[in-house]
């Protein structure tokens, strides 16, 4: 964020953070200087070469294959599913969902951010508080996307839990031995609850 925002780590729904330019160059077969118009997720990546050297995408992958609209062809999708898990502490971070026009992001106690992403491209003016039935629509897309991805709010420290991927050792710590939770309670940084 180097500031932005007030921000310096890369862990928040900002632009500035979750928004990384993505590059596909093939002379003759994608237009030079086009630009995909449609949220793309790092999910997309795979199944989109796939699509663009005519493999069929395997089943069960997450993504979609947003080659024809590489070609000029319709958009794929209408928005991207954004979440920080914060695994390193015993909160469990934020989701956002991102459209071509809006970046809107919560926690699970309450909408969080919201920006008009073609009137305020800085993302200076928060939304949330100002435009209810806005909030309300982006809010009722982030929970079906939620529910589409099984995500229920839980930490990455309690889905490891789940796993077992390394029999007798603490997931939390990499391997090296119990940590007692309350090393991992932290207060819930100022930022995230003045709505910043």
């Not at 928040?12 to 330019?21: A, D, L, T």
């Not at 493999?55 to 993504?63: K, M, R, S, T």
């Not at 926690?107 to 073609?118: G, N, V, Y």
């Not at 119990?178 to 090393?183: K, L, N, P």
Request: net charge negative; glycine share 12%; proline share 7%.
């Amino acid at each position: 964020m180097l500031g932005s925002q007030g921000l310096y780590s890369k862990h928040w729904p900002y632009r500035e953070s979750s928004q990384v330019p993505f590059l596909i160059r093939w002379p003759g077969k994608i237009e030079v200087d086009s630009t995909l118009g449609m949220p793309f997720g790092v999910p997309d990546v795979f199944p989109t070469l796939c699509g663009l050297a005519g493999i069929d995408v395997p089943e069960g992958l997450d993504g979609v294959d947003c080659s024809t609209a590489l070609r000029g062809g319709k958009p794929a999708q209408e928005s991207v599913y954004l979440a920080m898990q914060h695994g390193y502490v015993a909160w469990p971070g934020w989701r956002g969902i991102r459209t071509q026009r809006y970046n809107y992001a919560r926690t699970e106690d309450a909408p969080w951010i919201l920006f008009d992403l073609e009137n305020d491209p800085f993302e200076e003016n928060n939304l949330v508080g100002q435009n209810e039935t806005l909030v309300a629509e982006m809010d009722a897309l982030l929970l079906r996307t939620m529910a589409g991805c099984g995500d229920s709010w839980r930490g990455t420290s309690q889905q490891l839990g789940d796993w077992d991927l390394w029999p007798g050792r603490s997931q939390r710590t990499g391997g090296r031995g119990a940590v007692d939770d309350t090393v991992l309670r932290r207060p819930v940084p100022e930022a995230l609850m003045a709505g910043r």
